[in-house]
């Protein structure tokens, strides 16, 4: 088959080819015009998030937040006096898909800027492919901390911000034994260290620790484990819908009556729904956005976000972090003038600062951090939870620390406590 | 050691044993009866959570509301048989292939429907005190189920017609049919057995595991070791292995961490079908 085609091709190529190539030039050079015509009259806003799958608790909320950021953005007039379009593919909860997707966004599609993820496996896929492209990417999550990449910009709380002001405030309300349940990833242990961290530096004590998979469903070890090393309360970081099972399981065994729970990631996969009232009271956690929060910019979000979706399913934090996320970004484009991406980048190195739903929000020039508000809360009967404290303008201090990209722009790097 | 801890420790992998048990249950009677590998079980069990949530939003109480969930997945299961099932009898990869994109289909189904987050019933916050430990009362409760569902199972499976002819069936469907069994009709009612116990599954245990639509990933991978690892006499097989992998996975989760007791599960089953690779009730001479 291939040896009688083969000839036949050749000979085709042989006759022809001045003729192809001229096609191909001509295909290539309207191709390039028409690329040139679009991207002239519409900035390309690129959004990657799990809108199907096991993640998709946060993944839909995401690409919401960013639908309605865009359209506000473009009500009001656009940017550069341009309309926003946003080009969105859904990564399934697979990994594999952020790779691939982020390529073809950035190749196929052209996109000017790049909001995806809610992982930190998926954001440390992503981050050498807009590093190598050079392309602005937010990353809008709660995480543990650390990353530092002159393209990537993060919007969500840090372990050691949210850390800070909890584990201080819990060894003050309870006292200074703590046990921590945490998952079997990275997340989970990296999170466990700081918990360590801040334990020692405010007198508290790490009395014991089981990490989990995902897959556990029955937590009864785990509930002798703690019974058995008697903390004064529990640093509970539950991650996906198995893990709120512990909670119900843990207050079944009548634990919440014996010691307090805290936690820095409870409520934002909307937990809080899940759990019944009896397991969900008293669950205090701290985040940098909470749907019942009383600032000033939070009411008319939440009328936007209302008129929108509705408010049946309350709105997590990555929501407000996705919506300050796009609105930074579109400042940063008005102060460059252009979509530039160092431009851009540079003027997000400026100290820009947003007045969002949570707040205040600063982006810190050297880490792509924010500093941004904490609130310690309190899980009540209804399924939502009441403020007990606000820590204003928290910074990102560990990453303040470690990762400076104003002096070292070439830093690619994800940080870990072991690097302090 | 303490008295104390080792009573608690006991009693926890026994519950750990029986919410094992009331998971795979019906995976053993589909796989046993039809020689069904039913990759949408978890997926079964899912659906009795989300019955029971639904039938509890519109006022039924709680144990009826088990009720009503087993009686619907069943339904579901029936006609799951009639429109799938019951074309690939005998193709068992084309049934995998089938089952898992059933699945996928009621997985997404499931998040249109109800969303990613619904509201949960929650666990009865009653609890008994042995020393130092307290220990929740419905954990403890499971084990009675546990009990009597297989107890009830037995039963139906041994002593009623339908158990006897069920049993006839898969053994040499041609002389059954000869003598006037109808087997597709009792392949029908098994497989809607099946499915029921998956509903019922997902429906007591929906205040300790709350009802999402990717929860029966939790429990597929565990139950279809028990039922392989079990072999040929699935009822007491699967009782025999469930147990035991339940109660050691959980002792050695409360000594180390769930990681070892994944591992030392994991382990054992592998050794389990090492020693006994038609698996461990190949030479039994039970009925069940």
Known sequence: MTNRLMPNFERVWSQNYK?????????AISLVAVTQVRADDEIKVGSIFDLTGGLNIYGIQQSQALHLAVNNINDNGGVL????????????????????????IILRDQIDVLFAGLTSSSREAMRPIVRKNNIPYFYSALYE?????KQTFITGASASQQMSVLIEWAIK??????????????????????????????????????????????????????QAAKPDFVAALPVGANQTGFLEQFAAAGLKEKMGIVSTNYGSGNQQVVVSPDAGEGIVASQEYFMWIDEPNNEPFKAKWEAAYSLDEPI???????????????????????????????????????????????????????????????????????????????APSFEDQVCDLIANPDTAEHFTPADL | MELDFLATLLLSSLSSAAILLIATVGLAVMFGLMGVINLAHGEFIMFGAYATLFATQIGIPYPLAIIFATIVTAIFGGIVELLIIRRLYGRIFDTLLATWGLSLVLYQSAVLIFGTVTPG????ISNIQIGDY?????????????????????????KTSYG?????????RETASAVGVESARINTMTFALGSGLAGFAGAILLPAIPATPNMGFAFVIKAFLAVVAAGPVTLTGTVAVGSTLGMVGNITASFWTSVVGDIVFFLLTITILRIFPLGISGRWRMKL
């Not at chain 1, 080009?87 to 390529?103: C, G, M, P």
């Open chain 2, 121 to 124: 019933i929650g666990l009865p």
């Open chain 1, 19 to 27: 003729f192809v190539c001229l096609v191909m030039l001509a295909l």
């Open chain 1, 145 to 149: 901390g650390g990353a530092c990449d």
């Open chain 2, 164 to 172: 006897i002819t069920a049993r006839a069936a898969i053994q040499d």
């Open chain 2, 134 to 158: 307290s220990l929740s009362v419905y954990l403890l409760f499971l084990i009675l189920v546990a009990v009597v569902l297989i107890g009830s199972l037995y039963w139906l499976l041994t």
């Open chain 1, 173 to 226: 309300e309870y006292g200074p034994k703590i046990y921590i349940m945490a998952p079997d990833y990275n997340f989970g242990t990296i999170s466990a260290h700081w918990i360590d961290h801040y334990a020692k530096e405010y007198g508290g004590e790490v009395v014991g620790s089981d990490f989990l998979a995902l897959t556990v469903t029955d937590y009864s070890p785990t509930i002798q484990k703690i």
């Open chain 1, 81 to 104: 006096g341009q309309q926003l379009q946003v080009v969105e593919y859904d990564a399934q909860s697979e990994l594999a898909k952020f790779t691939q997707y982020t390529n073809t």
């Open chain 1, 316 to 394: 997590i934090s990555e929501a407000a972090d996705v919506w300050n996320a796009v609105h930074i970004w579109a400042k940063a484009v008005e102060v460059a003038g252009t979509t530039d991406s160092d431009a851009v980048i540079a003027a997000l190195e400026s100290g820009i600062s947003f007045d969002g739903p949570n707040g205040t929000v600063t982006m810190q020039p050297g880490s792509h951090h924010l500093k941004q508000n904490i609130y310690i809360v309190r899980g009540n009967r209804t399924h939502g939870f009441d403020v007990i404290q606000t820590f204003e303008s928290v």
